[in-house]
């Protein structure tokens, strides 16, 4: 399936499971995420879609203690400092999200981590959760 950098919403739930939405470039074979209307590697404008596993490893992270600039952010209501961290898809790429537990004492570099849809200010988005914790 073709994607289109449009109409790709990062998060999609698949048999109640969520998944992130990347694409991967016909011609050099790399992937992206989040979805482009051109490879970021070769240019070429042959990207299908393709849903990344629901499982990956919190490779680092850190904590926001701070409110974030809007824009980007849209706060909505009083600021809780939130962990935010970079999951490794093996195979496929590192992303960047915002993190479900944001306790240091609950995260670890290596731990199992599992993509949730996420809804901050109305807007749909997708976060990391550790393994462990129930949905």
């Not at 939130?82 to 790429?93: D, I, K, M, S, T």
Request: glycine letters at 10%.
């Amino acid at each position: 399936m073709t994607v289109s950098a449009d109409t790709a919403a990062p998060v999609r739930v698949v048999d109640g499971v969520a998944r992130l939405v990347a694409a991967t470039c016909g011609a050099c074979g790399g992937v992206t995420f989040p979805v482009r209307e051109r490879c970021p590697a070769c240019g070429s404008h042959g990207l299908a879609e393709t849903l990344l596993p629901e499982r990956g490893t919190l490779w680092t992270w850190t904590t926001q203690g701070f409110e974030p600039k809007s824009p980007p952010y849209v706060p909505d209501g009083e600021f809780e400092p939130f962990a935010v961290g970079y999951v490794e898809f093996p195979g496929y790429l590192r992303i960047e999200g915002r993190l479900a537990e944001s306790d240091p004492e609950r995260l670890r570099i290596g731990m199992p981590m599992r993509v949730v849809s996420y809804n901050h200010a109305g807007v749909s988005s997708y976060a990391f959760a550790p393994e462990e914790e129930e949905a």
